[in-house]
């Protein structure tokens, strides 16, 4: 593997940290939508909780995604030393 391509994947790696942070983020502001009295209606408020789950559930797959890639970049620089 050469240079270009371990900065690829620390790129990449930085990346899925960032997306997983922001769909962390995003789920929980709408987890507070959900806990605040009259913000969303009664009957829309599963729908709302379902959002909250897909995007943990998202944040966690990008996270998850980031760490394999930082865990073959990690034995790919442990191959190369002496």
């Known amino acids: 593997m050469n240079e270009q391509q371990r900065n690829e994947l620390r790129a990449k790696a930085g990346d899925f940290k960032t997306y997983s942070l922001v769909l962390f983020a995003f789920g929980a502001f709408l987890y507070f939508g959900t806990i605040i009295p009259e913000a969303v209606e ?26 394999r ?14």
């Open 42 to 67: 009664t009957a829309k408020k599963p729908f709302a909780l379902l959002a909250v789950a897909v995007c943990f559930t998202a944040s966690l797959s990008c996270l998850r995604q980031a760490a």
């Open 69 to 82: 890639y930082a865990r073959r970049l990690e034995e790919e620089e442990k191959r190369f030393e002496p």
